[in-house]
């Protein structure tokens, strides 16, 4: 006696992917027919094609697991993440740096600045000039890679005719420059020295308030903020020049404490604030006021988190902005 089933009966899933095969292909067929003839009349005619509700309908009927088929309910391919290449984020790297550094020509700045992180034992000492970040960590800069290894790898490869590829890319110097050129040049005095952290750390600093000669309205109220043992005003152009470098590199917003950048130059690191309090008495029994002209800033780079930053690039503020010079391989900073 043959045995018989109750309730719905259930077909392999190799029927269900016939079935919609069937329903799917004139609707190719078609889709390649009038993209191969756009001019065409009276396609629809050539055969029942389904519409996007009866194609919605016989995805609906079918198990979960046999409706991936990568089509959607249109006659346009929308790709998948994975389908689409993906364009990689920008990598950060704490060991590039775009800061204000006083010129070699400021040898005054130099001096009271070398001297006071000597005294204190500044563990950056030999890694860092005197400097005031902007943008830290900056962007990855080419061969950084190699450059860490020591070597350029081209043997290595076996292609003697390749070059290894400039340090900067194109679009990062036109981000530079752009962002560069809407700053003019401006002064910077150090007078006031000012302290972060609590009980398990202290940093002290130096305060370089910018300005510009001639702007006593805008230096007025900075000296007022300062009184008040605040150290950041928007009018300050290094405060500006920081938002216009912000704004070209928006993935480097780690010197915006706060919602607010407060430009300040280290002189050293302690275990507490109040070490690092008693060490600012000791500075400030010498400390003279000193100011020099700010009219370029710098891209550092170092070699491993030990390395000593050096120059990659020196760029111009204003209408000199345009003149990047790229030095690569990168120098010091006169001794």
């Known amino acids: ?38 001019s065409s009349t009276g396609t629809k005619a050539l055969c029942n094609m389904p519409t996007d509700a009866s194609l919605s309908l016989a995805a609906k009927a079918l198990p979960d697991d046999i409706i991936d088929d990568g089509l959607t309910n249109s006659s346009s391919f929308n790709p998948t993440p994975t389908q689409r290449k993906a364009t990689p984020e920008p990598r950060k790297s704490h060991c590039t740096t775009i800061c204000a550094v006083p010129p070699p020509s ?16 500044d563990p950056g000492f030999h890694r860092w000039p005197p400097h005031a970040n902007l943008l830290y960590p900056f962007l990855e800069l080419n061969s950084m890679k190699k450059r860490s290894n020591g070597s350029t790898s081209v043997e290595e490869e076996g292609d003697d005719d390749s070059e290894e590829e ?25 007078s006031d020295l000012g302290m972060f952290g609590g009980k ?15 702007d006593d309205a805008a230096l007025g109220d900075i000296e007022s ?23 070209a590199f928006p993935t ?7 919602r607010q950048f407060h430009p300040h130059v280290t002189l050293s690191h302690y275990a507490s604030l109040n070490d690092a309090s008693k060490a600012k ?29 050096e120059i990659a690039a020196t760029v111009p503020l204003g209408s000199r902005a345009g003149s990047i010079v790229v030095h690569d391989p990168p120098i010091r900073f006169p001794q």
């Open 106 to 121: 400021a040898t005054e700045a130099w001096e009271a600045l070398t001297r006071a992180r000597s005294e204190l034992r």
């Open 225 to 247: 903020t300062v009184n008040r043992g605040e150290y950041c005003h928007p009018a300050e152009p290094m405060v500006q020049l920081q938002a216009l470098l912000e704004g």
């Open 200 to 214: 398990s750390r202290g940093v002290l600093w130096a305060y370089p308030r910018s300005h510009r000669a001639g």
């Open 252 to 258: 480097c917003t780690e010197q915006r404490k706060q």
């Open 166 to 190: 400039p340090l900067f890319q194109k679009d990062m110097l036109e981000a530079l420059s752009n962002a560069a050129a809407n700053c003019e040049p401006f002064e910077v005095t150090i």
């Open 281 to 309: 008495e000791r500075i400030e029994e010498w400390w003279e006021p000193i100011t020099y002209a700010t009219s370029d800033i710098y891209v550092l780079l170092r070699v491993g988190d030990e390395g000593q930053f």
């Open 1 to 38: 006696m043959m045995a018989t089933t109750t309730g719905r009966q259930r077909y392999p899933t190799a029927f269900y992917s016939l079935t919609i095969a069937s329903i799917l292909l004139p609707y190719r067929l078609v889709v390649g027919f009038r993209a191969a003839h756009p």
